[in-house]
C-alpha cells in the first residue's frame, strides 16, 4: 500500500557545507557523525543529493510524497529566504520554509522579512532558533513576541528548534514553549528535534496546549524516545508529525524505522500527512 507521506524536516546536502556539501570539510565530517550518533547505516548516504536530482530521487525512492525544506538564519548560518523559494519553486515534491532571526536583523526587518516570505514567496511557515543566537535566548524572550503575534495573525505555524546539538541545553526549555503558547493561543508552534532530550516535559507541554505540535525527526529513534509513540497514539495524535532531518539521517531507513514503532493504525495517517497538511494549509 502506497502512503502518502509528508516530511517536516528536510535538507538536501548542496545547501551548505554544513548539511555536508563538501568531503573532506568539517560540515561533512560532522554530517557523517551526526548519521552515526542517529543510527543511519550509512555514514555517506546524503552525498548523493550534492545535487538537486539526487536528492529528488532520494525523496522518490523513500516514498516521501513531500518535503519540507527548511532554510536558516542564525549568526553561524543563513540559508535564506530566497534560497529556499528558488529551489522549491515548481518543484511539487518541495514545500519551502521561510527562517528569521531578530538578533542579527533588528525587529523591524525580521517582521518585514516574515511578511515578505508568508505573503511574496508563499513559505508556508517561519523557523526560528532562538537558542542558536548570540546571546542564546529562550523560545518565549520578549524579542521574538512580536514576530509570534505577526505569524498568529497571518496564520502561519512558527517552528521552534531545539534539541540535544543546541549550544546551551539550558536553552533546550520545553516550559519556555508553553509561555508561548500560553500567550499566542491561536498561534501553532511546531517543535523540531521534539525538544529531546527532554522528551517528558515537552509531552507534557503539548498536553497542555494544543496548540503545540512535536516533530522528533531523528531523535525519535534516540533512548528514551518512546514515549512521543505512546503520545502520539493516545491524546497527541493531532499534534504530532513525521520527520527525517535529513541530511542527518538516511530517508528510506528512516521511513522504514518509523512505520515499525507501533503506531496505531487510526493515528499513523495523521502523523505521516494529516496533521502536516492542516497546520501549513496545503492543498489536499
Known amino acids: ?18 548539511y555536508g556539501a563538501t568531503p573532506g570539510t568539517p560540515g561533512h565530517a560532522t ?10 547505516r550509512s555514514d555517506t548516504h546524503f552525498e548523493r543529493s550534492c545535487t538537486l536530482d539526487g536528492y529528488l530521487v532520494a525523496l522518490q525512492e523513500a516514498g516521501i510524497t513531500q518535503a519540507v525544506v527548511v532554510g536558516r538564519e542564525t549568526p553561524g548560518l543563513t540559508v535564506d529566504n530566497d534560497r529556499i523559494h528558488a529551489l522549491t519553486r515548481g518543484q511539487a515534491a518541495l514545500i519551502g520554509l521561510g ?13 518585514a522579512e ?4 508568508v505573503k511574496r514567496l508563499g513559505q508556508k511557515a517561519i523557523n526560528l532558533e532562538p537558542g542558536f543566537g548570540k546571546p542564546a535566548l529562550q523560545a518565549d524572550d520578549p524579542l521574538y513576541h ?3 503575534e505577526l505569524c498568529q495573525s497571518l496564520q502561519v505555524p512558527v517552528c521552534l528548534m531545539s534539541g540535544p546539538t543546541t549550544p546551551d541545553l539550558a536553552y533546550n526549555d520545553p516550559s519556555a514553549v ?25 509531552i507534557g507541554v503539548a498536553f497542555r496546549y494544543e496548540n503545540v505540535h512535536l516533530v522528533p525527526d531523528m531523535y525519535l529513534f534516540a533512548p528514551g524516545s518512546q514515549a512521543y509513540v505512546e503520545a502520539a497514539n493516545g491524546v497527541l495524535r493531532e499534534q504530532f508529525l513525521f520527520g527525517t532531518s535529513y541530511p542527518f539521517r538516511e530517508m528510506t531507513q528512516t521511513v522504514q524505522d518509523f512505520m515499525a514503532l ?21 492543498a489536499e
Open 31 to 40: 554530517a557523517q557523525w551526526l548519521n552515526r550518533r542517529t543510527g543511519s
Open 178 to 202: 508553553g509561555r508561548v503558547a500560553r500567550h499566542f493561543p491561536q498561534l501553532p508552534i511546531i517543535c523540531y528535534h521534539g525538544f529531546y532530550p527532554r522528551v517528558q516535559e515537552i
Open 146 to 148: 512580536p514576530i509570534y
Open 262 to 282: 507501533g503506531w496505531k493504525d487510526e493515528v499513523l495517517e495523521r502523523v505521516l500527512h494529516a496533521n502536516a497538511t492542516r497546520l501549513l494549509r496545503l
Open 114 to 117: 516574515v511578511e515578505r516570505s
Open 1 to 18: 500500500m502506497h502512503r502518502k507521506i509528508i516530511d517536516m524536516r528536510s535538507r538536501p546536502a548542496f545547501l551548505d557545507d554544513f
Open 99 to 111: 527562517s528569521v532571526d531578530p538578533q542579527t536583523r533588528g525587529i523591524e526587518a525580521a517582521l
